[in-house]
């Protein structure tokens, strides 16, 4: 299993040119916000990959890789040309591919968002984004709430001036989209990590098929 992780991580045409090396300086984890404020250093990723340390990797799979903000401030700073960030995100991957306990917790309170995605071609409407319609996340969605007609009439762009115009999404777009996600695997993964969202989103990228399909016969009969 360890091997066969650390495997599929080396095996990403990505990993040869985000590690090329480690001096263990320790320049990445100094600039890193996310060591600033979690258990997670960049130099120690880096130098379990580095040292083929496959228990070591496996452990930070299931919980400090998942710290990183993915800004890659690391690899703008590491004399080796680096990229911890980069490794991070083929670890990540990984742990998706092979539907990893730490993955499915993470990725859960996307579901959502990613059902949202599908079926409507947005994540949010920006008057979706209240206390009522985000309970789950708590106190803090306060921060975020705000009179955002008011806000968006302040923006000269007449798409973005409204809170409903960025909510509608083409059909062929959408269609177009469903097979980029099944072609890059994307659902493949989804699948892996939450079976009956898979089932719900399979659902409804068909139901606007037969609907583009409908559309494109009734073209042809005009
Ligand atoms: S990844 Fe680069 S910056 Fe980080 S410890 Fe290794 S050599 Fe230094
Ligand atoms: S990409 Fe991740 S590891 Fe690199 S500096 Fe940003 S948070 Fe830290």
């Not at 320790?26 to 130099?43: E, K, L, M, Q, V």
């Not at 071609?121 to 705000?146: C, E, R």
Request: proline residues 5%; glycine residues 4%.
């Amino acid at each position: 299993m360890l091997e066969e992780v650390f495997a599929d991580i080396q095996a990403d045409l990505r990993y040869d040119h985000e590690l090329n090396g480690c001096l263990n300086c320790g320049i990445c984890t100094a600039t890193c916000p996310a060591a600033h404020y979690y258990d997670f250093s960049p130099r120690e990723i880096v130098q379990l990959l580095w040292t083929e340390n496959l228990e070591g990797i496996y452990d930070a799979m299931q919980e400090k890789i998942w710290a990183c903000a993915q800004c890659y401030t690391c690899a703008a700073r590491c004399p080796f040309g680096n990229s911890p960030g980069g490794l991070v995100m083929l670890m990540r991957e990984t742990a998706i591919k092979h539907g990893m306990e730490s993955a499915k917790n993470v990725l859960r309170p996307f579901s959502r968002v990613m059902l949202k995605l599908v079926s409507t071609g947005n994540q949010l409407s920006p008057d979706m984004i209240n206390p009522d319609g985000f309970a789950d996340w708590g106190p803090n969605i306060s921060k975020i709430d705000a009179p955002l007609q008011l806000l968006r009439n302040a923006i000269p762009m007449p798409t973005l001036n409204t809170t409903k115009t960025a909510w509608e999404v083409n059909l062929k777009t959408s269609v177009e989209l469903y097979t980029i996600w099944e072609d890059t695997g994307v659902l493949d993964q989804l699948e892996t990590i939450d079976e009956n969202l898979f089932d719900v989103i399979s659902d409804i990228m068909d139901e606007k098929r037969e609907d583009w399909a409908d559309f494109l016969d009734e073209q042809d009969d005009d």
